[in-house]
Structure formats: C-alpha cells, structure tokens
C-alpha cells in the first residue's frame, strides 16, 4: 500500500487515520509484521495494513483514503 504522496507504508511508520494518530502494526500486502502481530495470526485478512491507535485500538484498512504519514520508525534511513 501506498500514502496519498506515493511513500510505500510500512511498518512502524506513524500515522493519522481519520484523525487519530497511530502505528502500522502490519502490512500484509508487503508481508511485513511487527513483532506482536505475527503473520500467521493477521495474513488471512488478504490485503491491507493494520494500524494500532489508542481512540479505536487495532484498524485494519485496504485504501489509503486519509491516511496521512507522520514520521518514519527510523527517520534516518
């Protein structure tokens, strides 16, 4: 999955979905998983990203409508 802005997201990336701030927890289309959302456990949802906020807990998207790239896990790299 992309942002609006064409960036790849990827886990651990910070984001705001709807006006909440949250995590990418997964990805399941580039088959990235953070270390407490195992592939074998979220894969079967088929397509799209997990995104953990602390208004609605864990959201699992399949566009890229109003999800807005905040800050990279790693902004060095």
């Keep these: 999955m992309l942002f609006q802005s064409g960036e790849a997201v990827r886990v651990g990336?910070?984001?705001?979905?709807?006006?909440m701030a949250g995590v990418v927890v997964f990805s399941?289309?580039?088959?990235?998983?953070a270390q407490d959302y195992p592939r074998d456990v979220w894969e079967y949802l088929g397509e799209g990203v997990g995104i953990l906020t602390q208004e609605a807990g864990l959201i699992h998207i399949v566009s890229n409508d109003d999800l807005v790239l905040i800050a990279r896990k790693d902004a060095s790299t």
């Design 28 to 33: 399941i289309d580039d088959r990235e998983y």
């Design 13 to 19: 990336d910070a984001v705001m979905l709807h006006g």
